[in-house]
């Protein structure tokens, strides 16, 4: 059975840091584009970051770009997104998925919230 | 970056069809047969449900089905089923390698 389980989010300030994590289970991580895709409250489906199976290539929506940097360990079978400059609008729930262009494996999310 | 364009709302009765329009540009929708449809329930994580235009996933029923015209993709439910209703994004990979998401529609089972 496949499992995606991300981690890491919370409550931060405006122009502060957060490292998410996403631990895959029941496939062979390293054959698998990886994905961050995220929800804000009410709101829908965006796509954020995606990385190449051997990480040497990444992808990025404009608006985080330069703030985001994805990366993963595959000894770990494990997916990160290192996040700085969060903004208000940066809150959502963020998901962990396999592939790019389609995403068959998804995580239940990890919300991440940016307030003072 | 612009979203892919689709409906806010559709309906149908049980047993009825519908189609769900994804609207695009020939630099994705257009460009690549790699557009995808998800489903997402509330409170739920997104499910895979047509991946490459027409192609449906293990365990997905045939009642499902995708095509694709010019820069327009179509989702199209029949035998509408009462579990069906849900919120339905498009998905399409980019000329910038990105992927565009359409804004969503919510499809109500009346």
């Known amino acids: 059975e496949v499992q995606v389980v991300e981690s890491g989010g919370g409550l931060v300030q405006p122009g502060g840091s957060l490292r998410l994590s996403c631990a895959a289970s029941?496939?062979?991580?390293?054959?698998?584009?990886m994905s961050w895709v995220r929800q804000g409250p009410g709101k829908g489906l965006e796509w954020v970051a995606s990385?190449?199976?051997?990480?040497?290539?990444?992808s990025y929506v404009d608006s985080v770009k330069g703030r985001f940097t994805i990366s993963r360990d595959n000894a770990k079978n494990s997916l990160y997104l290192q996040m700085s400059g969060l903004r208000a609008e940066d809150t959502a729930v963020y998901y962990c998925?396999?592939?790019?262009?389609?995403?068959?494996?998804w995580g239940q999310g990890t919300l991440v919230t940016v307030s003072s | 970056q612009s979203a892919l364009t689709q409906p806010a709302s559709v309906s149908g009765s049980p047993g009825q069809s519908i189609t769900i329009s994804c609207t695009g540009t020939?630099?994705?929708?257009?460009?690549?047969?790699?557009v995808s449809w998800y489903q997402q329930h509330p409170g739920k994580a997104p499910k895979l449900m047509i991946f490459?235009?027409?192609n449906r996933p293990s365990g997905i029923p045939d009642r499902f089905s995708g095509s694709k015209s010019g820069n327009m993709a179509s989702l199209t439910i029949s035998g509408l089923q009462a579990e069906d209703e849900a919120d339905y994004y498009c998905s399409s990979y980019t000329s910038s390698s990105t992927v565009f998401f359409g804004g969503g529609t919510k499809l109500t089972v009346l």
């Open positions: 029941g496939i062979t991580f390293s054959d698998f584009w």
């Open positions: 998925a396999t592939g790019r262009a389609t995403s068959q494996y």
């Open positions: 990385v190449k199976p051997d990480g040497g290539e990444t």
């Open positions: 490459e235009v027409t």
């Open positions: 020939s630099s994705d929708v257009g460009g690549y047969n790699y």
